[in-house]
């Protein structure tokens, strides 16, 4: 129970940040330089590196692990529309593709997930948060009755969210790495 509510506390912890960064400080500076870009969706969209290094690490526990985030960012960003159905079928879009996916891979005979006993493929679990790009994107897109626009966007955000997230992370690991 212990394990259970600590990986919540930093998933969600994690998702919540990745989000404040992003629509408090990234989005801004997006409509500072793009004053021109039609979509509302950040093109450096943080949380979605959240959602994949959370299911890579967690499995199908990072569904439970992120929601409380997950609800909190949508409940900041809609107010009292987070329980309209489109919002919570949103909300189950993005907790649950990533987990399916990196599932649907280990059954293909391809399992990604951490072992001790093997190096992580950064960029086998790069292109599982791709894939989940396309899915989470157009499904999102879905959910939400969203011009095609949209999905462009969403990708881009995705993706290069992911990218700059693990980017960090790949960095941060090899300076604490060099202390040590």
């Known amino acids: ?11 969600s912890l994690a998702y919540v940040v990745a989000s404040f960064l992003t629509f408090e ?11 021109e870009y039609p979509s509302r969706a950040s093109l450096l969209f943080l949380p979605h590196g ?15 692990a ?7 960012v949508f409940a900041y960003l809609g107010g009292s529309d987070v329980f ?15 987990p399916a996916v990196f599932y649907l891979s280990k059954w293909a ?15 086998c679990v790069m292109g599982v948060g791709i894939v989940t790009s396309f899915l989470v994107s157009g499904l999102t897109n879905m959910a939400f009755g969203s011009a095609g626009v ?12 992911l990218f700059f997230l693990m980017l960090g992370l790949y960095f941060t690991l090899r300076i604490v790495d060099n202390r040590n």
């Open 84 to 98: 309209l159905p489109n919002r919570l079928l949103a909300m189950t879009i993005a907790v649950t593709t990533v």
């Open 50 to 64: 959240v959602r994949v290094l959370s299911a890579w690490l967690l499995g199908w526990r990072a569904i439970f």
């Open 150 to 161: 949209e999905y462009i966007a969403f990708l881009i955000g995705d993706i290069s969210g």
């Open 66 to 72: 992120l929601l409380p985030g997950v609800f909190l």
């Open 109 to 123: 005979g391809w399992d990604l997930f951490p072992r001790p006993d093997r190096k992580p493929c950064w960029l």
């Open 1 to 11: 129970m212990r394990r259970w509510a600590s990986d919540t506390f930093f998933a």
């Open 25 to 35: 400080v990234l989005m801004p500076l997006q409509n500072v330089f793009f004053p």
